[in-house]
């Protein structure tokens, strides 16, 4: 209902996304090389969700957790790439109220969702390491589909917040968002009012929502650490560092640029660099991931093996 009354009260009916480039040659190249990137996503991350569900030995909390991470990296590049892919191709490049409306709180859902996912990645590797003869009593099945489930509510209700407190300000005109979706800090650019409280929001929701789970992470890792370090041969510190390299390193590639994003004031906000950054923790990090997870894991290989069958050809 306040959806309804609100677009019935802005003189806005519809948004223009600028996009990356106006540059016709340029979006081609672009158009390309994204919809490579964004097959590669879906087929890679894909996998990785067959994968764990159809090998026994990746039914642990570990697997279950980056299949889920998998399945919300394939939704997150859905929500903003096909439209950025037809943008980059067509003349008319807007989007209707409503529509913005719909891909700002499903993206912000997902991201929080991801952002939280993390923090519980994190968890799940302290109690591994540093409590590893207590590890099945205490990730039970039922703990790990309770917290994806807290992670999945904590990311829609703080994003209902953040899309009402963006969406309830009038938007008159100039309706051209500069940027390839509908993302809080560019549509915020457009308000017809003072924006001041919504930026504290931002940096308070930003704060609870990236500061917190990154603390949570920060304090697994440095339990992790000690632990690792009183390990006394060589090969167990390695192994036990490489379980936890390929978390650091997608936890590094979401939440830096996230924080730049969503904790500056919208005044210092450039659109060039929150475009740039937008497609790192969206697109690239979405590409990355299951190569990062899946380069050094030998579980993983060798469930890809029994899938194919090369793994009986070589036994």
Not at 29 to 48: A, D, P, R, W
Not at 175 to 203: G, M, R, W, Y
Not at 235 to 261: D, E, N
């Amino acid at each position: 209902m306040w959806l309804v009354l609100h677009v019935f009260t802005n003189s806005v009916s519809e948004f223009i996304l600028l996009g990356l480039s106006r540059n016709s040659y340029i979006n081609a190249v672009l158009f390309n090389v994204f919809l490579c990137l964004y097959l590669s996503t879906l087929v890679s991350n894909g996998l990785i969700v067959t994968l764990i569900h159809m090998d026994s030995r990746l039914h642990t909390p570990m697997y279950f957790f980056l299949s889920v991470l998998s399945m919300l990296d394939m939704s997150y590049v859905t929500t903003t790439v096909p439209q950025m892919l037809v943008h980059l191709i067509c003349q008319k490049k807007t989007i209707s109220y409503v529509g913005c409306v719909a891909q700002m709180y499903i993206f912000l859902v997902l991201g929080i969702t991801e952002g939280w996912l993390f923090s519980v990645m994190a968890y799940d590797r302290y109690v591994a390491i540093c409590h590893p003869l207590r590890y099945k009593v205490i990730m039970t099945p039922w703990l790990c589909g309770a917290m994806v489930v807290f992670c999945g509510l904590w990311g829609i209700s703080c994003s209902l917040v953040y899309t009402v407190f963006t969406m309830r300000l009038p938007y008159c005109g100039p309706n051209e968002i500069n940027h390839f979706f509908c993302e809080v800090p560019a549509v915020l650019k457009l308000a017809c009012a003072d924006t001041s409280f919504n930026d504290q929001v931002d940096f308070i929701l930003g704060f609870i929502l990236l500061l917190v789970p990154l603390s949570f992470i920060l304090a697994s890792y440095v339990c992790i650490f000690a632990t690792i370090l009183k390990i006394r041969s060589t090969q167990g510190r390695l192994k036990a560092f490489s379980t936890c390299a390929s978390h650091i390193t997608v936890v590094t590639m979401f939440c830096g640029p996230a924080m730049f994003m969503y904790m500056n004031p919208g005044a210092n906000a450039s659109p060039e660099r929150d475009k740039k950054l937008a497609l790192f923790y969206n697109v690239i990090s979405a590409f990355l991931n299951p190569i990062i997870y899946s380069l050094r894991n030998k579980d993983v290989k060798r469930a890809f093996l029994k899938l194919t069958g090369w793994g009986r050809a070589s036994e």
